[in-house]
């Protein structure tokens, strides 16, 4: 699921990776972290949305 969402670098994927798993790690449940994971994958994907109205629009005033 993770690589699905990553577009870039195998070399910046395995740094967020890493990071992904240390700060899973502080989780006691299951459920904490499935909630992490899913506000962390809304949260890349808005991003990429936001990116792509702005340069859209921007192609449009011009």
């Given at each position: 699921m993770i690589a699905s969402l990553h577009c870039g670098s195998s070399r910046t994927w395995s740094t967020k990776?890493?990071?992904f798993q240390s700060h899973n790690k502080a989780f006691k449940s299951?459920?904490?972290?499935?909630a992490f994971s899913l506000r962390?994958?809304?949260?890349?994907r808005c991003s990429h949305l936001n990116a792509a109205l702005c340069?859209?629009?921007?192609?449009q005033n011009s």
């Open positions: 990776y890493s990071t299951d459920s904490q972290r499935l962390s994958s809304v949260a890349k340069d859209r629009s921007s192609q």
